[in-house]
Nanobody
């Protein structure tokens, strides 16, 4: 099981980037996929996750309305479209995969400890 995150870069505040998380050796289709980020000196935090059961999604409050997570099963890839980027979005972005089902409330797994497989990070830098 291998995950490859890509698409990071340097962008000005208000700009956009699209991150990709591509799997090799397995199909992403039935996995929950999460994007997490780690800013310098801070702990890794969940950004957005998409369910492997029903493609339901979760976003942290700070990115709602700006980021969109989506799945392209034909390309075995999950995307994170990031619009209206802000300097506080700067960090290394990681994608993870888990076979966990939604919880009893139907919410997608979106905590670090729930994820079993990780890709290397891709750096996003947003300048002011």
């Amino acid at each position: 099981v291998q995950l490859q995150a890509s698409g990071g870069g340097l962008v000005q505040s208000g700009g956009s980037l699209r991150l990709s998380c591509t799997a090799s050796g397995f199909s992403l289709e039935s996995y929950a996929i999460g994007w997490f980020r780690q800013a310098p000196g801070k702990e890794r935090e969940a950004v957005s996750c998409i369910s492997g059961e029903d493609d339901s999604t979760h976003y942290r409050d700070a990115v709602k309305g700006r980021f969109t997570i989506s799945r392209d099963s034909a390309k075995n890839t999950v995307y994170l479209q990031m619009n209206n980027l802000k300097p506080e979005d700067t960090g290394v972005y990681y994608c993870g995969a888990t076979e966990r089902y939604n919880d009893y409330e139907g919410k997608v797994a979106c905590r670090q400890y729930e994820y079993d497989h990780w890709g290397q990070g891709t750096l996003v830098t947003v300048s002011s």
